[in-house]
């Protein structure tokens, strides 16, 4: 079983930047494909991109390609999502989520047996 923390939200201006950041307990972190979803307000749960245990694939939302990236550091169990030229589209709770032997491209929600509680992410006009 693998716990989920997500920080890095926060209010941005749009063409702003910011880094999400998912720390994971557990040992084997590196078996675990990682995705970040996002829920805008009053909107359904979507997926945003994922990365797959080693790090070596990754799979992005058309969305979101070209300015979001993905990456992660098994040494410290943690998943990041770099978030450059945010448009106020892109406010949203965002939450991290993981799947045991999973790979990058689950894009699903069902796909992801654990999530984190999420993160504020507010983008202004």
């Known amino acids: 079983q693998v716990q989920l923390v997500e920080s890095g939200g926060g209010l941005v201006q749009a063409g702003g930047s910011l880094r999400l950041s998912c720390a994971a307990s557990?040992?084997?972190?590196?078996?675990?494909?990682m995705g970040w979803f996002r829920q805008p307000p009053g909107k359904e749960r979507e997926f945003v991109t994922a990365?797959?245990?080693?790090?070596?694939?990754?799979h992005y939302a058309d969305s979101v390609k070209g300015r979001f990236t993905i990456s992660r550091d098994n040494a410290k169990n943690t998943v990041y999502l770099q978030m450059n030229s945010l448009k106020p589209d892109d406010t949203a709770v965002y939450y991290c989520?993981?799947?045991?032997?999973?790979?990058?491209?689950?894009?699903?929600?069902?796909?992801?047996?654990?999530w984190g509680q999420g993160t504020q992410v507010t983008v202004s006009s």
């Open positions: 989520a993981a799947e045991l032997y999973g790979r990058s491209w689950y894009v699903t929600s069902r796909q992801y047996t654990y």
């Open positions: 990365i797959s245990g080693g790090g070596d694939n990754t």
């Open positions: 557990g040992r084997t972190f590196s078996s675990y494909a």
